[in-house]
């Protein structure tokens, strides 16, 4: 479950490409089960993934990239199409 709410919230909320948000997503899912035996090395593998996905978002000027959002259907009047 952790693994598909991460994968959604990479991809969408942070507009990754499937395959780096599915990368990420899955270090973070793992990181969780090794965070019972080796919790170090869990933590800098979720704090590694964290920071990958926060520099993607950042453009080379040093500023975030805006959010691509979808353009709006006007709708004519009279609610006709």
Do not use: H
């Not at 919790?39 to 996905?53: D, E, G, H, K």
């Not at 000027?61 to 979808?70: F, Q, S």
Request: charge should be positive; glycine fraction near 4%; hydrophobic fraction near 45%.
């Amino acid at each position: 479950m952790l693994l598909i709410l991460n994968a959604n919230d990479y991809m969408f909320d942070y507009q990754l490409s499937k395959d780096l948000g599915l990368v990420l997503a899955c270090v973070q899912s793992v990181a969780l089960v090794v965070a019972m035996y080796r919790p170090v090395p869990a933590w800098w593998a979720t704090t590694l993934a964290t920071f990958v996905a926060a520099q993607s978002r950042v453009s080379p000027e040093g500023r975030l990239r805006r959010r691509i959002r979808p353009a709006r259907r006007r709708r004519c009047p009279g609610g006709r199409r």
